[in-house]
Nanobody, 125 residues
């Protein structure tokens, strides 16, 4: 089993930045594809970004050029650097993980086995 714990959320003004962290514990290692999803009130959970075992990255179109996903396997931690935040980025952000072959990236909720509890990000003036 793998446990995921997000941190770093908060209230930020439009145009501001936040860095989310996702710490993994349990049966950890570098054999996982990791991702960030988000869920706004009244909406379905949606894909934000993913990173493969080889550090290849994939982003949802609305966050390209603003968000950066990265991983530090030595620390069992995945990050999401969010810049130029917009009110429409307001949501609960979730970290997700699954075992994966090298280079594989997954972008749907159903493809992930492990989830954190989420961290709230609010973008408002």
């Amino acid at each position: 089993q793998v446990q995921l714990a997000e941190s770093g959320g908060g209230l930020v003004q439009p145009g501001g930045s936040l860095r989310l962290s996702c710490a993994a514990s349990g049966r950890t290692g570098s054999n996982y594809c990791m991702a960030w999803f988000r869920q706004a009130p009244g909406k379905e959970r949606e894909f934000v970004a993913a990173i493969s075992r080889t550090h290849s990255t994939y982003y949802e179109d609305s966050v390209k050029g603003r968000f950066t996903i990265s991983r530090d396997d030595a620390k069992n931690t995945v990050y999401l650097q969010m810049n130029n935040l917009k009110p429409e980025d307001t949501a609960v952000y979730y970290c997700a993980g699954r075992l994966a072959y090298i280079g594989a990236v997954f972008t749907t909720v159903d493809e992930y086995d492990y989830w954190g509890q989420g961290t709230q990000v609010t973008v408002s003036s």
